[in-house]
């Protein structure tokens, strides 16, 4: 059976199902998966060079921000 986001297994009930991807340096880029929609991907051109971030509303699951932090320069 397929799972949310790709992942091998169900989450429980009540539970989001979210997957993260790290990328491989400039070869493949880094990826965010909720709940069976990707938030932030090459694809979708909104994931920058350090750390990629979504903001996530915990009780609705609604995506408020996606936003990257270059922490090469500073």
């Not at 199902?17 to 491989?24: C, P, Y």
């Amino acid at each position: 059976p397929r799972h949310k986001c790709g992942n091998q297994r169900s989450c429980p009930q009540n539970h989001f199902a979210f997957k993260i991807i790290s990328g491989a340096a400039n070869v493949v880029g880094p990826s965010i998966c909720f709940e069976d929609l990707v938030l932030m991907s090459s694809v979708k051109n909104n994931i920058g060079r350090g750390l990629n971030i979504a903001l996530v509303n915990g009780t609705t699951g609604k995506l408020l921000k996606t936003d990257a932090f270059d922490m090469y320069s500073g």
